[in-house]
């Protein structure tokens, strides 16, 4: 079950749900986080979503925050904390341009 502002999104641009889960080579640093040499750009959103969860690394005071331990770090261009909001754009810097 897709949000309603992607369900929208989707609608509007078929492309962009390919773009979120057509299986990619990951760089170095993205593979050793998540464990796989290819995964989706949502699959590993999922996967760093969990390991934050696991980790307990929300702020407690402020659960739109993230405190970043080093492995989280290394992903995160080395950025101590993080706004919930960020992490997509992040991720996706790891991540290939889509050729138009």
């Known amino acids: 079950m897709l949000p309603q502002g992607i369900k929208k999104a989707v ?3 078929p492309k962009k749900l390919a773009n979120l889960i057509d299986l ?4 170095s640093t993205l593979r050793e986080f998540v464990g796989q040499s290819q995964i989706s750009r ?3 959103f999922v996967r760093v979503w969990s390991y934050i969860k696991d980790n307990n690394l929300q702020d407690p005071n ?3 925050v993230v405190n970043c331990d080093e492995k989280l770090k290394s992903i995160l261009l080395g950025k101590p904390q993080v706004e919930l909001a960020e992490l997509p754009a992040l991720i ?3 991540f290939p341009k889509e050729a138009k």
């Open 92 to 94: 996706k810097l790891h």
């Open 62 to 64: 402020n659960k739109n």
């Open 42 to 44: 949502l699959g590993c």
């Open 11 to 13: 609608a509007d641009n």
């Open 24 to 27: 990619v080579n990951l760089p």
